[in-house]
């Protein structure tokens, strides 16, 4: 019973830690001290508490900063635990627009690809409430094609039915399809200003490009001090690891 007690006033005690730090923040970044705000919301994180409002904000003070590293950073973390959100992706726009690197999508080729293309313009998070919002729509047609009475009726609703039904699994393989894809991916953000592409895990090795803070990476594999990392264009280079910050 007093370790019970002990847990649970351990847990009130971090919640209100955590809300004093965050309503000081907020407080900072009203008055315009920005900096301020930024250490405040970054001593919530070290207190390992965070939030998609969390990094919103905390987004928010490294954009008015002029810090588009750190912006980029916390806008991705803020959608990944609050998908979709509209606030969010506008101010992830506007911080990509500072990056430096302009690189382009590769197009899309092979099945998978074109696949992910399709279904991951969308959260998997998405995919699951469509697919729920058929299932509830079929419910409702299976209602009215229980109680109608004419012929012509009964076949209009069974063929609502069917089509729900067709909808929703798809929205449910939608769904894990576009899971299985990204938990493959290990994106990553360019917190060097600059930072030079090698084409081997060498600080001797050719260079194969150069990229700036704020710019998207996918790590693909680790080696030593050294990631492997693949750009939206299919462009693979290794860079140091000082020079990434991992978002998963």
Not at 198 to 213: M, N, Q, T, W
Request: charged share 20%; with cysteine; proline share 2%.
């Amino acid at each position: 019973m007093k370790k019970l007690l002990y847990i649970v006033l351990l847990l009130v005690t971090t919640q209100a830690a955590f809300a004093q730090s965050f309503d000081k923040g907020n407080e900072l970044y009203r008055k315009g001290d920005y900096a301020g705000a930024a250490q405040q919301y970054e001593g919530v994180l070290k207190q390992k508490q965070e939030s998609s409002e969390l990094y919103f904000n905390l987004g928010n003070a490294y954009y008015k900063l002029d810090n588009v590293a750190p912006a980029i950073f916390n806008y991705e973390k803020a959608l990944q635990l609050n998908p979709g959100n509209k606030d969010t992706e506008v101010n992830l726009s506007h911080a990509q627009k500072l990056v430096i690197d302009d690189i382009k999508q590769a197009p899309k080729v092979g099945l998978s690809k074109m696949l992910y293309g399709i279904t991951g313009t969308y959260h998997y998070n998405t995919w699951a409430w469509v697919a729920v919002s058929f299932s509830g729509f079929f419910i409702l047609l299976f209602l009215g094609y229980y109680l109608v009475g004419t012929t012509l009726l009964k076949r209009i609703f069974f063929t609502g039915m069917c089509l729900a039904v067709l909808c929703s699994l798809f929205s449910i393989l939608a769904a894990a399809f576009v899971r299985s894809q990204e938990a493959g991916q290990n994106p990553a953000i360019v917190y060097a200003e600059v930072v030079s592409i090698k084409s081997e895990p060498s600080a001797s090795a050719k260079d194969a490009f150069i990229l700036h803070e704020g710019t998207k990476v996918n790590i693909k594999e680790t080696v030593g001090n050294w990631s492997k990392v693949v750009l939206a264009d299919d462009s693979v280079g290794w860079v140091e690891k000082d020079a990434i910050r991992a978002l998963k």
